[in-house]
């Protein structure tokens, strides 16, 4: 099975960062598009950033010019940098990843388990 952890969610006031990471373990042979979904109290799981294992970048129109991913395909690893943080922001924010954990096998969807951000004076 594959695994995704995040880490680095917490408590940030209005206009603070945050620097969320994700690191996925298990039987895996190759990875696709990674990238970072969040999901406030009330409302559905929205895209924040993807990223393509070629590099190809997509944002949220929300965090445009704030919030910046990046990967490490070696460590199959992504990360989100969160920069001008505002309270809309606060959410449950998921590490997702394609993985296809063999040649032969399809790529499956996986996610995280979620942390926490919290934007707030």
């Known amino acids: 099975q594959v695994q995704l952890v995040e880490s680095g969610g917490g408590l940030v006031q209005p206009g603070g960062s945050l620097r969320l990471s994700c690191a996925a373990s298990?039987?895996?042979?190759?990875?696709?598009?990674m990238g970072w979904y969040r999901q406030a109290p009330g409302k559905q799981r929205e895209l924040v950033a993807a990223?393509?294992?070629?590099?190809?970048?997509t944002y949220g129109d929300s965090v445009k010019g704030r919030f910046t991913i990046s990967r490490d395909n070696a460590k199959n690893t992504v990360d989100l940098q969160m920069n001008g943080l505002k309270p809309e922001d606060t959410a449950v924010y998921y590490c997702?990843?394609?993985?296809?954990?063999?040649?032969?096998?399809?790529?499956?969807?996986?996610w995280g388990q979620g942390t926490q951000v919290t934007v707030s004076s």
């Open positions: 997702n990843a394609r993985v296809q954990v063999s040649l032969l096998s399809p790529d499956v969807n996986y």
């Open positions: 298990g039987k895996i042979f190759s990875i696709y598009d």
């Open positions: 990223i393509t294992v070629g590099g190809s970048l």
